[in-house]
T-cell receptor, first 111, second 118 residues
């Protein structure tokens, strides 16, 4: 079955880079996504990557995809206190449009 | 951009009450909506897929008689938690599938409903 895994917690200092990792199982997913969830709120799409890409950069965000190892990462440059949140990676099942979410990584940015 | 409105944002009620949560797509039509449940410090768990004009498709282990879903129009899906009990307390999030060609967002999410059953 589908399974998406993430490390649970990451703590960084303000101004440092953060790297959040994710492994997924469905190699047929067309897109892979990163979402941000702030306390008590819904999900905000941060960025996505098409499965035939290796890297995508969008301002402070860099997504790396290793399709062979089914490994996805999100790098946040110059991390700010406002980046403190839970980050979910997700893969989409193309046949049903369902999103399968990882367990979420709680990012804490220390001043 | 596409917006999904979820209402209410917070509900506190007594055990045995039935609670209805609404999910509306404000500026686009959604034939498919999804309902998720999120326990504290956990991921989103898909409960069911709501299809306009037909029965919802429930995930394994989700009681369809407990969580009634109605998707009577292209912009509104409702989730009713029937005879709610404290173990039903959770954060419920809906989303609407974006069928716009070449859209890079598969689903647009509501802001969630925190349900607390006393």
């Amino acid at each position: 079955g589908e399974d998406v895994e993430q490390s649970l917690f990451l703590s960084v200092r303000e101004g440092d880079s953060s790297v959040i990792n994710c492994t997924y199982t469905d190699s047929s997913s067309t897109y892979l996504y990163w979402y941000k969830q702030e306390p008590g709120a819904g999900l905000q799409l941060l960025t996505y990557i098409f499965s035939n890409m290796d890297m995508k950069q969008d301002q402070r965000l860099t997504v790396l995809l290793n399709k062979k190892d089914k490994h996805l990462s999100l790098r946040i440059a110059d991390t700010q206190t406002g980046d403190s949140a839970i980050y979910f990676c997700a893969e989409i099942l193309d046949s049903s449009y369902k999103l399968i979410f990882g367990s979420g990584t709680r990012l804490l940015v220390r001043p | 951009g596409a917006v999904v409105s979820q209402h209410p944002s917070r509900v506190i009620c007594k055990s045995g009450t039935s609670v209805k949560i609404e999910c509306r797509s404000l500026d686009f039509q959604a034939t498919t909506m999804f309902w998720y449940r999120q326990f504290p410090k956990q991921s989103l768990m898909l409960m069911a897929t709501s299809n306009e004009g037909s029965k919802a498709t429930y995930e394994q282990g989700v009681e369809k008689d407990k969580f009634l879903i109605n998707h009577a129009s292209l912009t509104l899906s409702t989730l009713t938690v029937t005879s709610a009990h404290p173990e039903d307390s959770s954060f419920y999030i809906c989303s609407a599938r974006d069928e716009t060609p070449l859209s890079n967002q598969p689903q647009h999410f509501g802001d969630g409903t925190r349900l607390s059953i006393l």
